[in-house]
Nanobody, 125 residues
Framework: QVQLVESGGGLVQPGGSLRLSCEVS????????TAWFRQVPGNEREGVSC????????NYADSVKGSFTISRDSAKNMVFLQMNNLHPENTDVYYC??????????????????WGKGTQVTVSA
């Protein structure tokens, strides 16, 4: 059974940082594409970043390039999202999702079949 558990969300002031973690079981992250998505209630999920099984290649949404960094610890089967210089518009629930051979469709939520329950990120003064 595949299980993803996100953690690390919370309340942070504008300009602050958070590190999200995604612990995966039942699926090997080094063989799959694992992404972080964001979702405001009532809206579709939006791809934030992805790390590929191909040489750990990374992709980012334009809005977070230079501020967010995705990484992977294959030994622990975990994926992380370091979020720096956060703004109020980064406030969302963040979900970790993983699947095989997503490739160039990394930002399409319908290409993933495994995800966690999410972690809330709130950026506010």
């Amino acid at each position: 059974q595949v299980q993803l558990v996100e953690s690390g969300g919370g309340l942070v002031q504008p300009g602050g940082s958070l590190r999200l973690s995604c612990e995966v079981s039942g699926f090997t992250v080094s063989y799959s594409d694992t992404a972080w998505f964001r979702q405001v209630p009532g809206n579709e999920r939006e791809g934030v970043s992805c790390i590929s099984n191909v040489d750990g290649r990374t992709n980012y949404a334009d809005s977070v390039k230079g501020s967010f960094t995705i990484s992977r610890d294959s030994a622990k089967n975990m994926v992380f999202l370091q979020m720096n210089n956060l703004h109020p518009e980064n406030t969302d629930v963040y979900y970790c999702e993983t699947d095989y051979a997503v490739g160039g469709y990394w930002s399409r939520q319908d290409y993933y079949h495994n995800w966690g329950k999410g972690t809330q990120v709130t950026v506010s003064a």
